[in-house]
């Protein structure tokens, strides 16, 4: 047993303080600095002999050289157990709702679990098991979540369930079962364990590439780029684009079993809406409230900068232990430039030699490593859990050449460019159709699931879909220069059919009440017949019938939009849609 | 100021342009001090290297200068005589009364817990349609004026500030000109407001690191009235853009490595540690930010407007129409991001299609307008979009507009009524039975 190290405060700059100390010391090791009566939580970035320097998650104000500073022997650790969904927790896992009094008191810790809470525990192994860690010892109702009560993730090796406690009523600390190493070693286990953030969780059989989609209910995304269940995408774009909203209708809608909303150095008033929102609103696919799925790991862009950087880590943890547990969790974080920039700050000020904008030389492997922690993986039981991660980047000036940008496109799969120029003409979500992408749409896995699916001609149909916008696009730059009258009437049919596809697919509104999110079914049905019209042939007078024409056409899909699935105003609107292509379709 | 936390040196190891180093002990982190008799605070310890930054500047300052350091981080005397008054980036009264008797408070204090906020919900009208129409303030909200240097951003701040209803209005003026601080001090005299005012002011003739003080006093004395008694509370701050020029001298003192646009890398921080002091509390209480920040050319993309638009509740872009000859409220690139919380509910119910309807149709003028730009033939339509556009330009988007919101509302459909027919407006039918024409 090794006496704890302690230290004294040497310098101060900002949040970073430099720290003598007496003893052993590790590397990202927390340390908690006293000052009066209260004492501030840091964590060590750099060692060099004796002095360690230390990134304070609290205002440094006041501190003196002197100070002195008690090591706490671990990294930055997470409590997991029951009680953590639906919690409202700061980036370093404090309950936020616990709190006194309406400021953030500085060296206030608040417990991220109910110690008094009791959870009915019902067990799933036997004594003389053998189980490793990762595996479900027990599982309690989380809500209307099991979940489940797993050998220790730290706990390496083989062990054999010396006891497991019976059926019945505990609380998070009690002993729900002793294991027993190969020594003969008895271990006692409660429902809470605790893992450094900054690790992945690794307690699973394997990570297989991901084959099935997960569906977020945005047309633009789950049409033309979706993501894969236990996949990654992020989101660029500069302010005004509708990065939020967009973030939120996902958060809403996404079929996943928990989200885990990391408000990472944003506005304080947009986590508000959150706070407000969701406990009132309905999950369409069960009936549950929004903030029944839903954590919070909230670190406004005015709370301590250092923490920042935690809440990612905290919320990604979270996660993964909820994959563990054979749960889809999704990840939206909330900016991931905000992390970045804190990265900047802090290698700023230890002096450290900038890479392009200031930003340290390894952000793109530490951003490449973060996303790495998502996926699907198949859990020692053959079960199957997933993460998967959507994060947005707020690109300096809305150029997305910029190192933040380019390392996290580096680091996806699936890339959501946010045009400034549709969110000016009020196209939203105005994630832009071309360049945009999903690399899932290659991966053969999905393209058997799509078949099975939906059908044998559907990724063909989204290429095609996607050619048509293209070939629009074109047109539209060609009558730009030319002049309405300077074209073949062709291009303005061209131009016309990839409005349709803008119109009806692409374009969604996310505050009407049936249009706000699209099932699956529906958006296959709309899909199809959208391309269907994109394949006729069409005659018209002049550019101007087109115009009229397509006006028309596009008025009466977007009122089926807003109809009910299927309803009568639904087939009412689709009969008057084949009223008007029989005018002026080609035979 | 108890004298016995004092402690006193006389011998600097370092000076530059905004900053001097000496040897001290028992320094602490952020302690205000005085160097020659200049207000200066504690920017980094290292060992027994103290660091001071000179909010004065250190022109003339000897190594043997007296250091005095005090025992605590800047404050501010809070309590109900702040009102009417006008102070220093210090808090020392300029206004020739007596200095403030009341509790001593730290300025830059910690944040509102996010949990602990409420949802802000009502409207803060003033008159100006560019702003209740389009871009309706939100109590609670912060939000800045993007304006060249050029354009009449102070005088629509006043304007703005003397019509809003709130229980106090706390002046931060950082780099204000002395024309334009006796403008506001003139403006809230004249409207017979002055009690309910407060100001903080650095004008140009006073050293650029001071400004640095302001935001932070005048949010503790925001602070003080929102929380302690519940006021509502609106926060002018003009100009964020001098604001940040004063952090990037210090930063570059400090050696410390410029990130976009010569900005210290933690820019954003800095800047959002002020804005998100914006807030709507429980008890009824709240702090709205009104800031100014200039561009240089109209660009967005530098530094300064590209962080605040990431961290503000919107933005008013204030434009110089050449059709009508009026400064307007530009209804492209302004926005309020909290309009939804207010239009609609506290407005009438057609709040939110007259105001898009309004800007779709104004942006048919604008193509129009390319399009007879690039010697295309006009149809009857685009006439008609052209006519109206100067029409709303001058009775609606114009900023020496004062009506309330429902003759906004009133005067944009006697425009549709006049210029479209009820299709070309495409708005829900219920409403356009009720009000076009009426």
Known sequence: MQTQTTGKVRGIIANLVTIEVDGPVAQNEICFIHLADTRLMAEVIRVSGKSVSAQVFESTRGLRVGDHVTFAGHMLEVQLGPGLLSSNYDGLQNNLTTMD??????GEYTDPLDREKTWDFKPLVRTGDTVTAGDWLGEVMEGWLVHR????????????????TVEGSYTVDETVAVLKDEKGTSIPVTMVQRWPVKRAITAYKQKPRPYKVMETGVRTIDTFNPIAEGGTGFIPGPFGSGKTVLQHAIAKQAEADIIMVAACGERANEVVEIFTEFPKLIDARTGRHLMERTTIICNTSNMPVAAREASVYTAMTLCEYYRAMGHRALL???????WAQALREMSNRMEELPGQDAFPMDLPAIISSFYARAGIVELNNGELGSVTFIGTVSPAGGN??????????????CFYALSQNRADRKRYPAIDPMDSYSKYLEYPEIIKYYEEKLGPEWIDSIWEGKNYVRRGKEAYEQINILGDDGVPLEYHINYWKSELIDFIILQQDAFDSIDASTPMERQQYMYTKIIEVCRQAFEFEDFEECSAFFKRLINIFRQMNYSEYMSEEFKRYETDIEELLSQKVQA | MAQAFQRIYTRLEGITKATVALNAQRVMNDELATVDGRLAQVVK???DLVTLQVFGGTEGIATNSEVVFFGEAPSLHVSDDLSGRFFDAYGRPIDGGPEVEGEHREIGGPSVNPYRRIQPSQIIPTGIAGIDLNNTLVSGQKIPFFADPDQPYNQVMATVALRADVDKIILGGMGLTNDDYLFFRQTFENAGKLSRIISFVNTTDDPPVERLLIPDMALTAAEYFAVDKNEKVLVLLTDMTLYADALSIVSNRMDQIPSKDSMPGSLYSDLAKIYEKAVQLPSGGSITIIAVTTLSGGDITH??????GYITEGQLFLRHDTDTGKVIVDPFRSLSRLKQLVIGKQTREDHNHVMNTAIRLYADAADAKTKLENGFDLSDYDLRALDFAKEYSFQLLSIDVNINVTEMLERTWKLFAKYFTKEELSIREDLV??????
């Open chain 2, 303 to 308: 530094a300064i407007p590209d962080n605040t």
């Open chain 2, 433 to 438: 039975e009720k009000y076009y024409g009426n």
């Open chain 2, 45 to 47: 310890i290292s060992g």
């Open chain 1, 101 to 106: 009094g309406v400021f953030l008191k500085r």
């Open chain 1, 400 to 413: 997305l050449k910029e190192p933040v940008t380019e390392s996290t496109q580096k680091a996806t799969r």
């Open chain 1, 332 to 338: 939206l974080a909330d900016s991931t430039s905000r």
């Open chain 1, 149 to 164: 009560i797993m050998v220790p993730f730290v706990m390496t090796g083989t062990y054999s369930v010396e006891k497991i």
